[in-house]
Nanobody, 120 residues
Framework: QVQLVESGGGLVQPGGSLRLSCAASGSFVVINPMGWYRQAPGKQRELVAGITNGGITNYADSVKGRFTITRDNAKNTVALQMNSLKPEDTAVYYC??????????????WGQGTQVTVSS
């Protein structure tokens, strides 16, 4: 099993910054890729950013230039630096990872979510 634990959410004013972190633990061979999703009330969960072991990143158009995703492969952690936050960024943010639990079996795992609220 793989467990993902997020941290760093909170309340911030528009234009402010937050840094989300996610740590993976459990039994697995490798995790690749890792990423962040978010879900606002009444809306579908959407991909915010993803990153492969090789450092290839992918961002939602709405966050390009403002958010930066990084990961530490050795520590199996991923972080999301969020700058210039807007009220529309308000959502529950979920850490996501695809893990090779046993050879030949890849599964998707989700953290419990951390609330990010951008409001004045």
């Amino acid at each position: 099993q793989v467990q993902l634990v997020e941290s760093g959410g909170g309340l911030v004013q528009p234009g402010g910054s937050l840094r989300l972190s996610c740590a993976a633990s459990g039994s697995f061979v490798v995790i690749n890729p890792m990423g962040w999703y978010r879900q606002a009330p009444g809306k579908q969960r959407e991909l915010v950013a993803g990153i492969t072991n090789g450092g290839i990143t992918n961002y939602a158009d709405s966050v390009k230039g403002r958010f930066t995703i990084t990961r530490d492969n050795a520590k199996n952690t991923v972080a999301l630096q969020m700058n210039s936050l807007k009220p529309e960024d308000t959502a529950v943010y979920y850490c996501n990872a695809r893990a090779l639990v046993v050879y030949g079996r890849w599964n998707d795992y989700w953290g419990q979510g951390t609330q990010v609220t951008v409001s004045s």
